[in-house]
């Protein structure tokens, strides 16, 4: 027979066991990555708009956004992704690069544009502005089989870490992808605080009109510029 002092010693060593578990299982959490898969863009003649709708899995992230941070730039108010160390955001973005980590295992960090986005989008594809406030970076903690295309449009959610040379750092918990053919820029926005390197990729926004909503290769070619041109390749892979 065990004594009642080693069953409460087994017990609680269970119970720190499970709880060390747990806690390395957080510390290592990958990022969840989800894709929309693209559509058939077939003009009808008529154009809806909408409001953003979060998937399943988004949903418990966009809820810890709070209201001021799940509406980030209008041409009725404007938005900045700068100071907001500690805080919980959720960005729109442009990929721009991606680097694998050369310490961590499996984690990449992603050279992002800032796009704004007012909360509202086409019924038929997402939309987000041409301006946005900025650069910044985006830690991922992924096991290398999740694609993160270049120039596709991602929403990220997590915290900002770090603010280094005007640069915001954000932990990404939850990532959502629209590859081309499945989002589309409008010219509405705030003040553009963009980055002038990838202000001058943009032939539309020097020529006419950037919104198009039906796009072809040919615009993201024309308002992104070519992903082959990048020195990287696909998931910072050299």
Same mark, same amino acid.
């Given at each position: 027979m065990i004594a009642? @002092?080693?069953?409460?010693d087994v017990l609680m060593n269970r119970l720190l066991l499970a709880t060390l578990l747990s806690l390395s299982f957080t510390a290592h959490c990958s990022t969840i990555i989800e894709s929309e898969q693209p559509k058939p863009l077939k003009p009808t003649g008529t154009l809806g708009t909408c409001?953003?709708?979060?998937?399943?899995?988004?949903?418990a992230y966009f809820h810890k956004l709070v209201p001021t941070e799940q509406v980030t730039?209008?041409?009725?108010?404007?938005?900045?992704?700068?100071g907001k160390k500690d805080k919980y955001v959720s960005w729109f973005a442009i990929v721009r690069e991606v680097n694998k980590d050369q310490t961590v295992p499996n984690r990449y960090?992603?050279?992002?544009?800032?796009k704004y986005f007012?909360?509202?989008? @086409?019924?038929?594809?997402?939309?987000?502005?041409?301006s946005g406030s900025g650069d910044?970076?985006?830690?991922v903690d992924a096991d290398g089989t999740q694609s993160i295309p270049l120039f596709s449009l991602i929403r990220v959610y997590g915290k900002v870490t770090e603010e280094a040379g005007g640069l915001p750092q954000v932990s990404a918990d939850y990532i959502r992808v629209w590859p081309w053919f499945a989002f589309t820029l409008t010219d509405l926005g705030g003040t553009d605080h963009s980055n002038p390197k990838w202000r001058k990729l943009c032939k539309l926004c020097k020529s006419g009109r950037v919104y198009k909503p039906y796009p072809t290769e040919e615009y993201y070619l024309s308002v992104l510029g070519d992903p082959k041109d990048s020195a990287l390749s696909n998931n910072g892979k050299q």
């Open positions: 009642s @002092d080693s069953i409460g409001s953003y709708k979060p998937r399943d899995t988004e949903q730039g209008s041409f009725l108010q404007e938005y900045s992704i700068h960090h992603l050279l992002l544009e800032q007012d909360g509202m989008t @086409d019924c038929h594809i997402m939309l987000v502005s041409v910044f970076m985006a830690s």
